[in-house]
């Protein structure tokens, strides 16, 4: 907290999951001004968009500072991306792999779609930096969550917009294992607790039963994944 804080206001691309509210506390812990994207696109459960103000709610609640740092959130609307095609994601549909290798949770074009959206919302708005939860080390094989793309989309916001801002993912290079590490230095144990507490990541969108690792159905490739990365971190591999 002495450390000094950064002045380009951030922007955070924000779904209410592990990873994003991850991303928002390191940008809270950071940038002297802090603003939440969240997108509308026919997601087939809600749960995600309810979870994302209970999250902000508990974030400003954590810490005074935070709080002051913490400016609107904004909602979007992307609904034309399940109109375009129908995924696990957003229609009713059994989640699997398809032929092409990629779970069929895939979106295509979602990532793209959310840099663009929040490239202009964060131009707008004065916000020098793009904060997203993209990470590649044990990602489920999305290709929009790859460094390259997310570098690719950077230098297409600042030619294409004349943009003086850059893209940080802070998730990129560290296990799901680390990222609770990370939580844990930001914020203690506490922390912890409240993300694992009010972040929603099953894809199927329960949020009946309560795991060690959070809420979930427990099956699907993002409980697992999740599940796996908090038994990693208890068992202090991070
Ligand atoms: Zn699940």
Redesign the pocket.
């Known amino acids: 907290m002495a450390e000094a804080l950064n002045d380009s206001g951030a922007l955070i691309l924000f779904s209410g999951g592990q990873d994003s509210g991850t991303a928002l506390a390191w940008a809270l812990s950071r940038f002297a001004r802090v603003e939440t994207v969240g997108f509308d696109y026919g997601q087939r459960h809600s749960v995600e968009m309810q979870v994302r103000q209970g999250l902000l709610t508990r974030m400003r609640a954590f810490d005074p500072a935070w709080d002051a740092r913490l400016g609107p959130d904004h909602v979007l609307d992307l609904k034309g991306l399940s109109a375009i095609g129908e995924t696990a994601m957003t229609a009713d549909i059994e989640i699997e792999t398809t032929a092409a290798g990629l779970p069929n949770t895939f979106v295509p074009g979602r990532n793209l779609a959310f840099f663009v959206m929040g490239g202009a919302l964060a131009y707008r708005r004065g916000l020098k930096v793009l904060v997203g939860g993209m990470c590649e080390t044990d990602y489920s094989g999305y290709p929009d969550c790859r460094r390259d793309t997310i570098q690719a989309q950077e230098q297409a916001l600042r030619l294409g917009m004349e943009w003086d801002g850059r893209i940080e993912t802070p998730l990129m290079d560290i296990t799901k294992a680390e990222s609770w590490a990370l939580v844990e230095r930001i914020g203690g144990k506490p922390l912890v607790d409240l993300i694992n507490e009010h972040t929603h990541?099953?894809?199927?969108g329960?949020r009946g039963a309560r795991h060690a690792w959070g809420y979930?159905?427990?099956?699907?490739p993002?409980?697992e994944l999740r599940a796996r990365g908090w038994a990693g971190y208890v068992a202090g591999e991070a």
């Open positions: 990541t099953c894809y199927r329960e979930g159905c427990g099956t699907c993002a409980c």
